[in-house]
């Protein structure tokens, strides 16, 4: 025998009318009205007792089964699932990249979530065709969606958006959208961001380390033109404005070379840590001072590069997660430009 169930179905309501049969029957199992594992009353049942067209109320059971709140066991019926999900937020959470730093956003996301919700992690590796793939496939089944958007070209150039990405991010409800790390993206509509400003950021930061870098003839960006997680070329845009405004010698190289003519007083500026790497072993190999002859800026903060003394400009990433989670928590479309320093410590 199915369990009755309370459907409030307000006609004036501009809320479709299988939203407000999803939204009743989670409310009533949130409420305890409904156990987990008990019976629902079938479509038909459900339609002739409300006076709902079959339709309505089945695509309500085809989004609640999407959401895996409840579901159908052939012969049988409508069962509500075994889940202990059903009043947390469920969250989507899209990166484009498995690297440390990006993690480093998602654990601090999580944390901050706490217990008031479950958040479901997704990489598509800056692939179009995955990313639109796995977001179609889960359209409808969240309650909200955080995005980090950062594409490839097929020749690995670094681009922010497509007309498939943007078409894709189009469908979901703006007041459930969360965009990350870069907000390059021309979506309509008023929804939550916490970004970098790469140019900008990048600018402001050497800026603060002017004072220091004025001892050096020469600053060499270590920009990798052929990533497989290809960079912003925006970081270029920054690094060219800093050295034209202040009059430095410049060069961009896309690694670090075995074996480099390292000329003092020299100050290079590296993305990639394997560049980071293999420049401070030739460093020493050459028996030349860090912080001296030859200066260095990471980009992106690690606890290595804490330990090892290593000056770095990085957008501060927990800092990112936890703004994210408040964005969430409470229901808000606020643009908020994410924390972007520069630490000195002794490779300048």
Not at 69 to 84: E, F, H, N, Q
């Amino acid at each position: 025998m199915s369990q009755i169930i309370t459907i409030k179905i307000n006609d004036y309501s501009r809320v479709p009318k299988y939203k407000q049969i999803v939204d009743s029957i989670i409310n009533d199992i949130a409420k305890g009205n409904l156990k987990i594992g008990e019976k629902i009353p079938s479509i038909n049942e459900l339609s002739e007792s409300c006076y709902l067209s079959r339709d309505t109320v089945e695509k309500a059971y085809k989004q609640l089964k999407k959401q895996k709140v409840i579901v159908s066991v052939k012969g049988k019926g409508y069962y509500t699932a075994k889940t202990d999900l059903i009043s947390k937020i469920q969250i989507f959470f899209m990166i484009n990249k498995p690297s440390s730093y990006k993690m480093m956003i998602y654990n601090s996301f999580v944390n901050s979530i706490g217990i008031n919700g479950h958040v479901t992690l997704s990489v598509y590796h800056c692939e179009e065709s995955l990313f639109v793939r796995t977001l179609e496939r889960n359209l409808g089944a969240f309650d909200y969606y955080v995005i980090m958007p950062h594409f490839k070209t097929e020749d690995l150039n670094h681009i922010s958006n497509t007309n498939l990405v943007k078409d894709i991010i189009e469908k979901i409800p703006k007041d459930k959208l969360i965009i990350l790390d870069n907000n390059k993206l021309e979506i309509s509509g008023e929804y939550g961001t916490v970004y970098q400003d790469f140019e900008d950021d990048i600018y402001n930061a050497l800026q603060k380390g002017l004072k220091t870098l004025k001892k050096y003839d020469k600053l060499v960006l270590v920009y990798p033109l052929k990533s497989v997680y290809p960079y912003p070329l925006r970081i270029v845009q920054g690094f060219r404005k800093f050295c034209s405004k202040h009059n430095f010698d410049f060069e961009i190289l896309d690694e670090i070379y075995d074996d480099m003519d390292l000329d003092s007083k020299d100050t290079y500026i590296i993305i990639e840590e394997t560049d980071l790497v293999n420049l401070v072993q030739q460093i020493r190999a050459k028996n030349l001072i860090l912080g001296k002859d030859i200066g260095i800026i990471s980009y992106n903060d690690t606890p290595l590069k804490n330990l090892l003394g290593i000056n770095v400009v990085s957008t501060h990433f927990e800092g990112m997660g936890e703004t994210a989670a408040y964005l969430v928590l409470n229901n808000k479309t606020e643009k908020i430009r994410n924390v972007f320093e520069y630490i000195e410590r002794n490779s300048v």
